[in-house]
């Protein structure tokens, strides 16, 4: 079992960054992919960005390339994203999540992230 919590969250100008860190639980969290998801109001959950358990591969929905960067510290149980020219679009929960077996098996309970123009 993996827990995870989001922190990180808040408000920020457009333009601005903002560095969300989600903490895991358990002894394995080395052995997982990690991604962010994040939901808009009255919108899908979406894709953001994944990292591979061994931090040799990342991936990136094409509204962050560029600008949102997903690292990990597997000594510190710990997932980031930094996110930087931050948009209005931007604006949703963010989730991160834990994949042991291509499916995303854990989730966090969520971070507000709020951008104003």
């Known amino acids: 079992q993996v827990q995870l919590v989001e922190s990180g969250g808040g408000s920020v100008q457009a333009g601005g960054s903002l560095r969300l860190s989600c903490a895991a639980s358990?002894?394995?969290?080395?052995?997982?992919?990690m991604g962010w998801f994040r939901q808009a109001p009255g919108k899908e959950r979406e894709f953001v960005a994944r990292?591979?358990?061994?931090?040799?591969?990342?991936y990136y929905a094409d509204s962050v390339k560029g600008r949102f960067t997903i690292s990990r510290d597997n000594a510190k149980n710990t997932v980031y994203l930094q996110m930087s020219s931050l948009k209005p679009e931007d604006t949703a929960v963010y989730y991160c999540a834990a994949s042991y077996d291509g499916n995303y098996n854990y989730w966090g309970q969520g971070t507000q992230v709020t951008v104003s123009s």
């Open positions: 990292i591979t358990w061994n931090i040799v591969n990342t």
């Open positions: 358990g002894r394995t969290f080395g052995t997982y992919a």
